[in-house]
Protein backbone atom coordinates (compact mmCIF):
# COMPACT_ATOMS: atom_id res chain seq x y z
CA UNK A 1 0.00 0.00 0.00
CA UNK A 2 1.21 3.51 -0.98
CA UNK A 3 0.07 6.33 1.00
CA UNK A 4 0.18 10.21 -0.50
CA UNK A 5 -1.30 13.22 1.28
CA UNK A 6 -2.16 16.58 -0.25
CA UNK A 7 -4.53 19.68 0.45
CA UNK A 8 -7.14 21.07 -1.96
CA UNK A 9 -9.53 23.36 -1.00
CA UNK A 10 -8.69 23.46 2.75
CA UNK A 11 -9.38 19.78 2.62
CA UNK A 12 -7.01 16.79 3.56
CA UNK A 13 -6.81 14.20 0.27
CA UNK A 14 -5.49 11.10 1.58
CA UNK A 15 -4.59 8.41 -1.77
CA UNK A 16 -4.49 5.05 -0.75
CA UNK A 17 -2.88 3.07 -3.77
CA UNK A 18 -2.85 -1.24 -3.82
CA UNK A 19 -4.08 -3.48 -0.86
CA UNK A 20 -5.45 -2.01 2.17
CA UNK A 21 -5.26 -4.66 4.41
CA UNK A 22 -4.09 -6.40 7.49
CA UNK A 23 -0.69 -5.78 6.43
CA UNK A 24 -0.72 -2.38 6.22
CA UNK A 25 -3.60 -1.14 8.31
CA UNK A 26 -1.13 0.37 11.22
CA UNK A 27 0.64 2.45 8.62
CA UNK A 28 -2.66 3.96 7.17
CA UNK A 29 -3.71 4.51 11.22
CA UNK A 30 -0.65 6.19 11.47
CA UNK A 31 -0.57 8.30 8.66
CA UNK A 32 -4.07 9.40 9.56
CA UNK A 33 -3.53 10.21 13.28
CA UNK A 34 -0.79 12.74 11.97
CA UNK A 35 -2.75 14.32 9.47
CA UNK A 36 -5.55 14.62 12.00
CA UNK A 37 -3.57 16.64 14.14
CA UNK A 38 -3.61 19.34 11.81
CA UNK A 39 -6.78 18.60 9.97
CA UNK A 40 -10.53 17.14 10.42
CA UNK A 41 -11.65 16.77 7.15
CA UNK A 42 -10.74 14.30 4.52
CA UNK A 43 -11.17 12.96 1.25
CA UNK A 44 -9.84 9.44 0.56
CA UNK A 45 -9.30 8.66 -3.04
CA UNK A 46 -9.60 5.39 -3.48
CA UNK A 47 -9.01 5.15 -7.31
CA UNK A 48 -5.95 2.88 -6.82
CA UNK A 49 -7.22 0.96 -4.25
CA UNK A 50 -7.29 -2.75 -5.58
CA UNK A 51 -8.56 -4.32 -2.59
CA UNK A 52 -9.56 -4.01 0.70
CA UNK A 53 -10.74 -6.44 3.36
CA UNK A 54 -12.14 -6.58 6.71
CA UNK A 55 -9.30 -4.92 8.38
CA UNK A 56 -8.97 -2.33 5.97
CA UNK A 57 -12.71 -1.40 6.26
CA UNK A 58 -12.11 -1.04 10.15
CA UNK A 59 -9.47 0.96 10.06
CA UNK A 60 -11.42 3.12 7.53
CA UNK A 61 -14.03 3.35 9.88
CA UNK A 62 -11.67 4.28 13.21
CA UNK A 63 -10.10 7.14 11.17
CA UNK A 64 -14.09 8.22 10.66
CA UNK A 65 -14.44 7.83 14.17
CA UNK A 66 -10.95 9.96 15.46
CA UNK A 67 -12.12 12.55 13.36
CA UNK A 68 -15.99 12.63 14.30
CA UNK A 69 -14.96 13.37 17.69
CA UNK A 70 -13.11 16.53 16.55
CA UNK A 71 -16.60 17.53 14.52
CA UNK A 72 -14.77 16.74 11.27
CA UNK A 73 -15.76 14.22 8.03
CA UNK A 74 -14.53 11.32 5.88
CA UNK A 75 -15.47 10.78 2.52
CA UNK A 76 -15.11 8.80 0.22
CA UNK A 77 -14.12 9.18 -3.59
CA UNK A 78 -13.73 7.03 -6.84
CA UNK A 79 -14.07 3.56 -5.41
CA UNK A 80 -13.51 0.41 -7.87
CA UNK A 81 -16.35 -1.85 -8.35
CA UNK A 82 -14.35 -4.89 -5.89
CA UNK A 83 -13.72 -2.91 -3.01
CA UNK A 84 -17.50 -0.87 -3.17
CA UNK A 85 -18.56 -4.71 -3.22
CA UNK A 86 -17.26 -4.93 0.28
CA UNK A 87 -18.80 -1.85 1.14
CA UNK A 88 -22.35 -3.02 -0.11
CA UNK A 89 -21.86 -6.46 1.61
CA UNK A 90 -21.31 -4.96 5.26
CA UNK A 91 -23.50 -1.70 4.46
CA UNK A 92 -20.81 0.11 5.73
CA UNK A 93 -21.86 2.48 2.73
CA UNK A 94 -24.22 3.88 5.37
CA UNK A 95 -21.75 5.86 7.50
CA UNK A 96 -19.75 7.00 4.80
CA UNK A 97 -20.68 9.60 2.12
CA UNK A 98 -19.44 8.19 -0.98
CA UNK A 99 -18.28 9.92 -4.77
CA UNK A 100 -17.72 8.81 -7.85
CA UNK A 101 -15.94 12.07 -8.38
CA UNK A 102 -13.12 13.32 -6.46
CA UNK A 103 -13.78 17.31 -6.53
CA UNK A 104 -17.12 16.59 -5.72
CA UNK A 105 -16.65 14.92 -2.55
CA UNK A 106 -14.11 18.05 -1.56
CA UNK A 107 -17.01 20.02 -3.01
CA UNK A 108 -19.72 18.65 -0.61
CA UNK A 109 -17.53 19.79 2.54
CA UNK A 110 -17.97 23.82 1.08
CA UNK A 111 -21.56 23.36 0.27
Known sequence: MLLNSYDKNGITVLEIEGRLD??????????FRELSARQNNFVLDLSKMDYI?????????????????????????CLKDKP????????????????DDLNAAIESFIQ
Open 53 to 77: DSTGLGTIVSCLKVVSEASGDVKLA
Open 84 to 99: RMIFEITRAYKIFDIF
Open 22 to 31: ASCAVALKTK
